[in-house]
């Protein structure tokens, strides 16, 4: 049973171009956290957001925690072929507990 | 140097076989974290182990066993291989006893791409 639902899966798009990732769930997460990942190695960290409504940027990159704390979506302004890769969502459920995992939206960015 | 290394990077193998995959960390942390991935399902808990003496199933753990031999150390096998488990296999560490922020994130090795013939 997959907790996080992401969409969409895979998205290409041109240089220049906006873009949203959404991450869903029925469940209620303490924390929510986006990593992204290349070919040939693991995925690394973006970012945290832990309160319902919280909105954290990262130069072209907008992150967003629903309120309810069961969804959240990141925004790319301006893609550039640099932002290609894999994104995935995680939700943990208590303090230092497991991460549950979205399927990832793989992202390409055509120059 | 990494700080969360595995070992080997690239293995191919046959049906039945044992397989281990290790996993090292300098990072001084207590909780280390084995999972697979596989396209389009994302990143899926195979076993976990929150310190030495700690160890715990996660999603998928059948077929897989875990060894915890140090708190820098967590290995992976793989007791009679089949192919359904030809995959990427990444190791994770966190920290504990920290803030909410700092004990969930997670620092993943590059992984180890298994193929299982």
């Known amino acids: 049973t997959q907790l996080l639902e992401q969409s969409p899966q895979f998205l290409s798009i041109q240089e220049g171009e906006n873009l949203t990732v959404y991450c869903n769930s029925s469940s209620v997460f303490s924390s929510l956290q986006w990593y992204r990942q290349e070919p040939g190695e693991g995925p690394v960290l973006l970012v945290t957001v832990v309160t319902g409504g919280e909105v954290k940027k990262l130069k072209r990159l907008t992150f967003q925690f629903g309120d309810a704390r069961k969804d959240s979506s990141l925004h790319i302004t301006a893609a550039q072929p640099g932002d290609t890769g894999l994104y995935l969502c995680?939700?943990?459920?208590?303090?230092?507990?497991?991460?549950?995992f979205g399927q990832g939206t793989e992202l390409s960015v055509k120059p | 140097d990494a700080d969360v290394t595995q070992t080997p990077r690239n293995r191919i193998t046959k049906t039945g076989k044992r397989i281990m995959l290790e996993c090292s960390q300098t990072k001084g942390h207590d909780r280390m974290y084995w999972y697979r991935q596989d396209p389009g399902l994302g990143l899926r808990l195979i076993y976990y182990s929150f310190d030495v003496k700690d160890i715990n199933k996660g999603e998928i753990s059948d077929g897989y066993s875990v060894s915890r031999q140090a708190q820098a150390k967590f290995s992976l096998s793989l007791e009679s291989a089949i192919p359904n488990q030809t995959a990427l296999y990444f190791c994770a560490t966190s920290e504990s006893g920290g803030t909410l922020l700092s004990t969930d994130t997670q620092y993943f090795g590059p992984g180890t791409r298994l193929t299982v013939l």
């Open positions: 995680a939700g943990a459920h208590n303090q230092g507990g497991k991460l549950i």
